[in-house]
């Protein structure tokens, strides 16, 4: 018995061993097979276009993709990679250098960053500029042609610069309110007539919402748009636009650079967590925009383990407090200075912003040639004494104290706790001069109100257009209407919600921008901001820093000193 069960034993032992090797022999053949080229040349390809294309992460939707009709962050990115300009900034380049501005992980060198230097990308060279700064003759680039086959030359430019101002989208006062002709003056020259001389012109043509757009596939029709397609002449084509994923092929007869990877594809996330936990699984490749602090932390904290990239650059998002002049206690200026003088800007970056701000003493980035830092010199941080001292100038004391509101977005924790902070230094040490009461709203809500007066302040940021100082100054400071006596009536003043008025601002403002001489322009930078500092309808508070984090295999992750985020720099190695 014991015999006979030993050999059914072995004997099933050895059909198994037998079943195993054959059905291993079996997986192999196929496994083979299946790896052998086939006739189809399309089939190699499109594996290496798989493994070659990058998934970017963010949690920002875009609302359109609309040359004339984008506004907004991500969607001028998109623009920046999706089409061309008459001009452009020089970029970083994959050269590396010892790594000072980047924290690469254990990685001791980054690659070379870009500049603002600008550089001719859809035109030849720089403009030629009359001598009465009024017009702009442009050579434009032969040898370009749309996504959809449409030769490029100086007509389909024009066309693309009329229709951005004619459809009258959101970003069309730009040019509108600069521009008084745009022609084609040869087929490939191109020339563009001033209402009236702007410094700041030439930069402003490198805003990427003016880029070429094929005249076969958009027409000239106010208010007429389309949101999810985009025919320009850019490295990438966009060939999938849905509520969660974008994807962009690159554009095989793209005339300049062609992209070090096979396309992007652009993952949407419904949160920052989403995004989060998504990076730090490696679903994706790059994540960018818009982590909270505490993820960005907890990434930067782990990068050197993981092996993760953590590229920052300081941003030129500038953040601030609208004051409304026309609201009492506000309409005393010394209440203005008093509120001005307790804000500690290290503080805030270090107790709520976590050291991923740059503070900041001017409406206008430090980072520009003619930046003065007048709130520094005028107020410092948490000068309290100063603020008692002016608050009781002004006629308040503890049982006059001066109220103020203060207003911020309901959806933004990190104006919230900058608010509370404010308010618990008030409290603690300002003698009961002062009273700072802490107000939300719905951001849509806000900005529909913001020129009705209905805000006594309001916390807001600004991204900036354009890089020029101009960008940071006109938008906020200017009045087209109004008096010293009513305040701003109608101008970006009274837009922005301050309605401040001063003539000496807009006398200053309209020299800046028809002088040509970079020197005598940065004086006149400088006395606005010294009437900035004395007058104070908005308090400068901090320079948000961007920050995009990659994977250890991803190469080429750039971001620009302009805040742009060139996508076919990227590889993976």
Known sequence: MFKHQLFNSVNRSRQLIIQFISLFCLCCFLVISCSQPQNNPNNTSTAEIQTNRITIGTTLKPRTVDPADAYEVISGNLLYNLGDRLYGYKLGTTELVPNLLYNLGDRLYGYKLGTTELVPQLATEMPKISEDGITYTIPIRQGVTFHDGTPFNSEAMAFSLKRFIENEGPPSSLLANTVESVEATGEYQLTIKLKKPFAAFTPLLAFSGLCAVSPQAYTI???????????????????????????????????????????????????????????????????????????????????????WQVISTDGKTVNYIVLNINSAPLDNKAVRQALAAIVDRNLLNKRVLREQAEPIYSLIPNKFEGYKPVFQENYGDGNFDKSKELLKEAGHSQDNPAKIEIWYASNSTKRQ???????????????????????????????????????????????????????????????????????????????????????????????????????????????IQDLLGEDVPFIPLWLDKDYVFAQKNINGVNLEPTQQFPFWTINKS
């Open 417 to 527: 706790l900058v608010a509370s902070t404010l308010k618990a230094s008030v409290e603690e040490k300002i003698d009961g001069l002062m009273e700072l009461e802490l107000n939300s709203v719905e951001a849509a809500t806000a900005f529909k109100n913001l020129d009705k007066g209905l805000y006594q302040t309001f916390m807001l940021d600004w991204y900036g257009d354009f890089v020029d100082a101009d960008n940071y100054i006109q938008p906020f400071l200017e009045c087209t209407k109004g008096s010293e006596e009513t305040g701003c009536e109608a101008g970006a003043s009274q837009f922005q919600g301050s309605f401040y008025y001063s003539d000496r601002i807009n006398q200053l403002i309209e020299e800046q921008r028809q002088e040509q001489n970079p020197e005598k322009r940065q004086d006149i930078f400088r006395e």
């Open 221 to 307: 029709d106010e208010n007429k748009f389309k949101p999810d397609t985009f025919i320009g002449t850019g490295p990438y084509k966009l060939v999938e636009y849905s509520t969660d994923v974008l994807r962009l092929d690159i554009f095989d007869n793209y005339w300049g650079e062609k992209p070090q990877n096979q396309g992007i594809d652009i993952q949407i996330f419904s949160s920052s967590a989403n995004l989060f936990n998504a990076f730090k699984t490696g679903a994706i490749d790059v994540a960018y925009l818009s982590l909270d602090t505490d993820q960005i932390s907890n990434l930067e904290q782990e990068s050197e383990r993981q092996g």
